[in-house]
């Protein structure tokens, strides 16, 4: 027998004894003294994991210290949009379809036996898909152990290692919702011009909420993110915009409520390269509002890539394509963004203007933007773990496993999390150009 098994059995035996021979409160207190007088053995229970040495419970304050340490982006795209746990439920690349009802028609009013036969709607859909499943991991050997114990400490250096580790994965996170901003509606905003650069000016934040109640966007909860050079503006050319009295700044991103919306900061908000195109015009077909797919006659040269922003001669609003034309010298077509055509395009050729490149920044609805995050799977039996735990980061409120593998004289732990992310409704998102 083992000297833990043979350990084990002895405690057992000890305790039982006692409990038989004592009343319960005196057992108690002979059994501690039992237990203090094993723990002096000569056998080294934590060598052998008893007392649970090798957890990471013990490990969780250090682990949210580091957090403190390491260098962190604002993230300001991930509080703001819609956490959904039902897409969250679904396998790596499974999609899962998120309805989306069509605009409704009225009829008039006409008396009859029979109420009319009409009403179908074909209902739409907008897939969601579990697209990521990522990790970071982290490998110490015990002579790296060793060394990082006569100066710093393991612990700590480990500590700020996740907090990294949390940090690189928020940011893919933040990265990835930001680049939905080529399903934008429409567009506001000068391109090359960076956001509330005129002292006491809102009308950024104004034009922003302006497109959003166009397209009869819920604003309950509203949100429009800026790059760091935008909320640089804000804090210091607004009046007001440093009066905080939260730290929701500090944690979120968050800068203000301004024009109904909660303006926010966020490290990685895209910077959009334009096609080329030039002179290019739609054909004499004519479009009405609503309509979102443009044929173009074959004039000019260059191309629309999606993203884009065009205007049309006598129509001042800004569209956003959702699929461009890779030569418009030959014609084809661009597909705007829903919910497409303000204003109707006569039947005559008319100039089409394409927007310089620019920074996006973005406005929209809650609900416009879904981000299903959760812990990658496991199978049934489990895997090579010997622990594991689930660490909330406070920045950005996200939550990510944490696992430890042990392997030969070494052990690794690994930092992960699975995510899916789609725009459902272009309607309710809106760029502002920087």
């Given amino acids: 027998m083992s000297k833990l098994s043979t350990l084990r059995v002895a405690t057992l035996f000890a305790l039982a004894a006692t409990a038989a021979m ?13 237990w ?17 040495s090798t957890t990471l419970t013990g490990l969780i304050p250090d682990l949210y210290a580091g ?42 009013i006409t008396p009859g036996v029979t109420p009319p036969d009409d009403g179908n709607q074909t209902i739409g859909n907008v897939p969601i898909t579990i697209s990521k499943a990522r990790r970071v991991p982290i490998r110490w050997t015990g002579e790296q152990e060793r060394q990082a114990n006569s100066g710093p400490g393991a612990a700590n250096i480990r500590a700020n290692q996740v907090a990294q580790a949390l940090r690189t994965l928020v940011n893919e996170i933040e990265n990835d919702l930001a680049g939905l ?17 005129t002292a006491g000016n809102f009308m950024d934040a104004a034009n922003v909420r302006r497109v959003l109640e166009d397209n009869g966007a819920p604003l309950g909860e509203a949100s429009l993110v800026l790059d760091t050079v935008a909320a640089a503006n804000l804090r210091g050319l607004q009046p007001n915009s440093q009066v905080q009295g939260t730290d929701q700044m500090l944690r979120q991103g968050v800068l203000l409520d301004h024009s109904g919306l909660m303006l ?13 195109a030039t002179s290019s015009t739609t054909n004499t077909a004519g479009y009405a509002v609503g309509a979102t797919t443009i044929t173009l006659a074959s004039a000019g040269t260059g191309t629309f890539v999606v993203g884009d922003v065009v205007t049309f001669a006598g129509d001042a609003n800004e569209y956003v394509l959702a699929a461009g034309d890779a030569d418009v010298s030959g014609g084809g077509t661009i597909v705007l963004n829903a919910p497409g055509l ?23 609805a809650r609900s416009a933007i879904v981000l299903a995050t959760r812990l990658p799977s496991l199978p049934d039996s489990g895997d090579l773990a010997v622990d594991r735990t689930t660490i909330t980061d406070p920045r950005s409120g996200l939550s990510f496993e944490v696992a ?9 732990w690994e930092i992960s999390a699975a995510w899916g992310f789609a725009a459902i409704k272009r309607e309710h998102i809106v760029a502002l150009l920087g």
Wanted: hydrophobic share 45%.
């Fill in 22 to 34: 004592y009343p319960i409160a005196t057992a108690a207190k002979a059994a501690a003294s039992v």
């Fill in 36 to 52: 203090e007088m094993l723990k002096g053995s000569a056998l080294d229970l934590k060598a052998h994991g008893v007392l649970g």
């Fill in 67 to 108: 957090l403190d340490i390491v260098s962190r982006e604002l993230v300001g795209m991930v509080p703001s949009v819609t956490m959904d746990a039902s897409v969250a439920r679904a396998a790596i690349n499974q999609q899962v379809r998120s309805p989306v009802a069509p605009a409704a028609t009225a009829t008039d």
């Fill in 181 to 197: 901003h080529i399903f934008a509606s429409r567009a506001v905003g000068a391109a090359g011009t960076t956001p509330f650069a």
């Fill in 264 to 276: 926010r900061s966020s490290g990685f908000m895209r910077q959009h390269t334009a096609g080329t």
């Fill in 342 to 364: 303000r204003q109707a395009i006569p039947a005559s050729a008319t100039a089409i203007t394409r927007r310089a490149s620019s920074r996006r920044n973005m406005g929209f």
């Fill in 404 to 412: 430890m593998y042990p392997q030969y004289r070494q052990m690794q």
